[in-house]
């Protein structure tokens, strides 16, 4: 009898074990899961409407976009074709032109105290031009690759493909500091590329943000800690020119301080896009 006692006993055991085993895995998958959705849900998600739409070269191959007195200034990418372009808001005509070497791959570029600056790929080699003529002032060397630039009226904003955007000294191009951005779920967000500094905030297009499950969609940052702001959702924009290529991406972000003006293309994209902002749903 006390055998069948015992034996009884150990099942008992065994079945509670059991039982509170599965409740804590239970527990410990769907709680993660609860938190990233509660941490999605606080960040802020903004959507658009296209106030007006512009001609734009579809064999720019957008790397960076800048507006300055009334005029767009735009880098162009790809070996053999990178350019440095003065062009005309209203029609899309190219004003003005510089070609690069066919040894540079051209990215992001800013306007700073009349000077435009431009980095290159994976040449390590960025550029600096007189801004009426485009005539080369200097080159400057940097460490890693080159993707996006902004500025922020004192300092250039250097993104480079990782999740670390870098503050430069526009004179002596040391890097001052850095940022590092994450996402909502508190794991690094790659791939920032190319930046515009808007209303005091960094706003960083995500090179295939597709891939993390957000089409065409501009990450807005804090300057001062990294802290990811919000997300701007432009999905759909322009969806005939998304639908050519892998690489017709989202890739162009110019603002005009002086109207509260934001512009956005992407790359080889025949439109360019005077867009308002507004809060999703």
């Known amino acids: 009898m006390r055998l069948y006692i015992l034996i009884f006993c150990v099942i008992l055991s065994a079945a509670c074990t059991d039982a509170g085993n599965t409740n804590s895995a239970v527990i410990n998958k769907t709680n993660p899961t609860n938190m990233a959705n509660k941490t999605s849900a606080s960040l802020p998600v903004y959507t658009y409407e296209i106030v007006n739409t512009y001609k734009h070269d579809p064999r720019a191959f957008t790397q960076g976009l800048v507006y300055h007195n009334g005029f767009l200034y735009e880098s162009t990418g790809q070996y053999g074709s990178s350019t440095l372009r003065k062009v005309e808001l209203e029609t899309g005509k190219v ?31 960025g550029f600096v031009y007189n801004l009426n003529d485009f005539s080369l002032v200097k080159e400057f060397k940097y460490p890693g690759e080159g993707w996006g630039l902004a500025d922020d009226g004192k300092h250039l904003i250097m993104s480079d493909g990782t999740h670390v955007i870098r503050f430069l000294d526009p004179e002596s191009f040391q890097t001052v500091r850095t940022l590092v951005v994450l996402d909502e779920n508190g794991k690094p967000l790659m791939n920032l590329n190319e930046l515009e500094y808007i209303k005091g905030e960094i706003w960083a297009n995500i090179w295939h943000s597709e891939e993390i499950g957000k089409p065409n969609h501009i990450a807005r940052i804090d300057p001062q800690t990294g802290k990811l702001l919000g997300w701007l959702d432009l999905n759909g924009i322009s969806p005939r020119d998304v639908e050519k290529s892998r690489e017709n991406t989202l890739n162009g972000i110019a603002y005009d301080e002086a109207t509260d003006r934001i512009f956005v293309t992407g790359k080889n994209w025949q439109n360019l896009f005077e867009i308002r902002i507004k809060p999703k749903g």
């Open 95 to 125: 004003l003005q032109q510089h070609k690069l070497s066919r040894d540079y791959f051209a990215e992001g570029i800013t306007i700073l105290d009349d000077k435009i600056y431009q980095l290159s790929w994976q040449e390590f080699t």
